[in-house]
């Protein structure tokens, strides 16, 4: 077996994988004419500048300047080289590279650890399930589940466990396996004393829930007593491959789910998110005992826009519901929020109420962003107070002056002026005047994320004539092998101005010396330099013209050529005023002279 791929193999890769396939994987893509457009997954926006072209088989974003071909997006995205890369994709479109994996991945300490730590949750995964579902030490926590509403369809499906009742059953049974107990120590499975140095189980005659990473794999635990011992949910510690700022619980499941109903459900927790999944909410993911993050909002933003939050209905949860829908808010997400009453949970509600109240009368009947702030503003104010009825009423316009569409601001403020018989056209002007106020604070500062999705034009600084027409030179090059050699003939012997581009360039001439036909993806693959490759791809994504004519060339090359120039001409004229400052009347009529040569030249 070989150690490198060969280059038929790229190729092969190349030409049978499809670039807006692999990245709708991790980005929600939108058709718009020829292209397709979503959210970068490189850098936090709210409108959709990250561009994906099928013809050309490149990616690129008009924000933050991402940019290449399926390649570099996995590399960039994951961190990964160009070999395993290749190896992802190649698994994606069965092509066998023929080559020796282990010399690709190499063999260093921190790789087997981490994978020794896979392999552990994945085994004990296995082995917590079996205990609950075939076993007699198993039995009254399955008993005990089945009673509290679980299925065992539920139970398979999230492949819930046992742990049993023993202090180093565990730590045995992975010694056994020969697993490290430094290693199994780090992942959080077993504990080490501090008295002697032995090893202790940290899960014991609990219910076991894994969790899950994105792609899967078993990366922590949640245990839940059977009785009352503290605490009630004992948790993996954050480890090398667990990181609850990262994970939503389910995400791996409810994918499919998601992308086919273009919508999320958000839970608190995940014995909730397992609860609504046993009554037919498929698309719930859930938070691990932390708030949403930054992190959880880009993992949320490549497969959805538009999500459902469903926390516990008393005052936390509320309150974290109101956080959640901010952070969701504010990164261009459509909110809607599901509302219980009586102070429950989502599994408490399901328990008293049924799986189809659940689904219509609180997922079904979810209150938008708006009228949950409503709601949400008026807790612990008396609106017969007349002061509290103003504060409340201020602040309810403050939040509908940020709506952008008119016709939900005006839906809004007849709703206000309907429930305390108000003049709507008071409120409209109040709401006009919260509004141009607070624009005018604003102005100069970030403006809030919460605009509609609209294709972002990314807005530069006017170009040089000399750098734009290098830009739309190197672009008909990319297009046309033959353009690409007349250009080098009309540069005779010149370089570009832009050290970047003429690099571009002497790796395009070198590409074309290899491949008869243009190919944008092959070349991005070709380039080394991933600042480069951003280029290229940016320079791909201009809008010219199919045919380029002898006079648009020449006139391009005299802008390249004409800079130099101008360059002196500025020199000369700092030369020139120096002279006459110095009274050298011989030295300034040369160097006027010189000047006027090269204006004639250009």
């Known amino acids: 077996m070989a150690d490198r791929i060969a280059e038929e193999k790229i190729d092969r890769i190349r030409q049978n994988v499809d670039i807006v396939e692999i990245i709708s994987d991790y980005v929600q893509l939108k058709k718009q004419g020829r292209n397709y457009f979503g959210l970068c997954p490189f850098h936090g ?58 010399s690709v991945h190499g063999e260093k300490k921190v790789s087997e650890e981490f994978q020794a730590m896979l ?41 819930i466990g046992y742990s049993l009742n023993s202090w180093d059953f565990v730590y045995k049974f992975l010694s056994k396996r020969d697993f490290s107990s430094e290693w199994m120590e780090k992942a959080g499975l077993i504990i080490r004393r501090e008295r002697d140095g032995t090893y202790f189980d940290r899960f014991r005659d609990r219910i076991m829930f894994p969790i899950h990473d994105r792609n899967g794999k078993t990366i922590a635990f949640s245990g839940r007593t059977l009785g009352h011992d503290e605490p009630k949910y004992l948790n993996s510690p954050e480890t ?93 997400f459509q909110i809607k929020v599901a509302m219980m009453a009586d102070g429950l949970d989502p599994d408490d509600y399901i328990k008293k109420n049924g799986p189809e109240k659940f689904r219509n009368e609180v997922i079904g009947a979810s209150l938008t962003w708006m009228a949950f702030k409503f709601l949400y503003f008026r807790r612990g104010k008396n609106l017969q107070i007349e002061g509290d009825r103003l504060a409340y009423i201020e602040v309810i316009i403050k939040e509908i002056s940020k709506l952008d ?44 994320l919460h605009k509609p999705l609209v294709i972002a034009k990314q807005v530069k600084a006017l170009k040089p004539k000399h750098y734009t027409a290098e830009r739309r030179l190197i672009a008909h090059m990319l297009k046309n092998r033959d353009v690409a050699y007349k250009v080098q003939d009309l540069l005779a012997g010149q370089t570009f101005n832009i050290d970047e581009h003429q690099a571009i360039i002497t790796y395009l001439l070198g590409f074309y010396e290899e491949h008869q036909e243009p190919d944008s993806s092959a070349f991005l693959t070709y380039i080394e330099d991933g600042n480069l490759r951003r280029m290229v791809a940016d320079i791909e994504m201009m809008s010219i013209n199919d045919e380029v004519s002898d006079q648009e060339l020449t006139d391009y090359i005299k802008q390249v050529l004409n800079y130099p120039k101008l360059l002196k001409i500025k020199e000369k004229e700092v030369e020139l005023k120096e002279a006459e400052r110095q009274g050298e009347i011989t030295r300034a009529a040369k160097i006027g002279n010189e000047i006027n040569q090269l204006r004639k030249s250009l």
């Open 405 to 448: 569409k008119a016709v939900e601001r005006d839906h809004y403020l007849r709703q206000l002026a309907a429930e305390f018989s108000l003049s709507l056209d008071a409120l409209k002007q109040q709401q006009k005047q919260i509004f141009f106020a607070e624009k005018r604070r604003t102005t100069g500062k970030n403006e809030p």
């Open 240 to 332: 090398a491959i667990f990181n609850k700022s990262k994970i939503l619980y389910n995400y791996h499941l409810a994918k499919p789910s998601i992308k086919k109903l273009q919508h999320a459900v958000l839970f608190e927790g995940f014995a909730d998110c397992i609860a609504a999944d046993r009554s037919g909410v498929e698309n719930g993911i859930a938070t691990m005992g932390t708030s949403l993050t930054d992190e959880h909002i880009t993992l949320l933003r490549q497969s959805v826009q538009s999500v459902t939050i469903c926390y516990d209905s008393d005052k936390a949860g509320i309150e974290a519901a109101f956080r959640a829908g901010n952070h969701l808010n504010n990164a261009g």
């Open 119 to 159: 392999d552990a949750h994945e085994l004990l995964q296995k082995f917590y399930h079996h205990l609950l579902v075939n076993t007699k030490e198993g039995q009254h926590a399955l008993e005990y589940l089945l009673e509290r509403g679980f299925t065992r369809e539920s139970i398979d499906k999230f492949q």
């Open 45 to 102: 926006e709210s409108t959709p500048s990250f561009s994906v072209s099928p013809d050309k088989q490149i990616f690129h974003c008009f924000g933050c300047g991402a940019g290449g071909n399926v390649f570099s997006f996995l590399m960039e995205l994951e961190g990964i080289s160009f070999q395993e890369a290749a190896i992802k994709l190649a698994a994606k479109v069965n092509i066998d590279l023929e080559i020796n994996l282990s």
